[in-house]
């Protein structure tokens, strides 16, 4: 399995082959103290390769990375959980998963 910094070497060599590393914006690496508040609000353990990818580069603030979609920091990982968290509260995920089996069936 390639270490976090070889999949970073990759990723920016192919980024700087295409003309397009700067555009990417890559934050800098998050500290050790920033994963563990990251792992204390979610609830779980990150996996090693992911807490050592995001202690390379933090997210990114250009255009997206990943299929067009932007590498969230960590500041973004947990805006976005407590979105998600907050409409489970509120009960819209069944009302989602409700509407979307319906629409399945065609109805």
Same mark, same amino acid.
């Not at 969230?72 to 009302?95: K, P, T, V």
């Given at each position: 399995?390639?270490?976090?910094?070889?999949?970073?070497?990759?990723?920016?060599?192919? *980024?700087?082959?295409?003309?397009?590393?700067?555009?990417?914006?890559?934050?800098?690496?998050?500290?050790?103290?920033?994963? +563990?508040? &990251?792992?204390?609000?979610?609830?779980?353990?990150?996996?090693?390769?992911?807490?050592?990818?995001?202690? +390379?580069?933090?997210?990114?603030?250009?255009?997206? &990375?990943?299929?067009?979609?932007?590498?969230?920091? /960590?500041?973004? /990982?947990?805006?976005?959980?407590?979105?998600?968290?907050?409409i489970?509260a509120?009960?819209?995920?069944?009302?989602?998963?409700?509407?979307?089996? &319906?629409?399945? *069936?065609?109805?």
């Amino acid at each position: 399995m390639q270490s976090a910094n070889e999949i970073w070497v990759s990723i920016k060599a192919s *980024l700087f082959e295409k003309n397009c590393l700067d555009e990417m914006q890559l934050r800098p690496g998050a500290s050790e103290s920033e994963l +563990i508040g &990251l792992e204390t609000k979610l609830g779980v353990v990150l996996p090693d390769l992911l807490k050592q990818m995001l202690m +390379i580069h933090d997210g990114q603030d250009g255009l997206g &990375l990943l299929f067009g979609n932007q590498m969230l920091s /960590i500041a973004e /990982i947990q805006r976005h959980w407590q979105g998600w968290r907050e409409i489970e509260a509120d009960g819209m995920n069944e009302d989602c998963a409700e509407f979307m089996g &319906l629409a399945l *069936l065609g109805w």
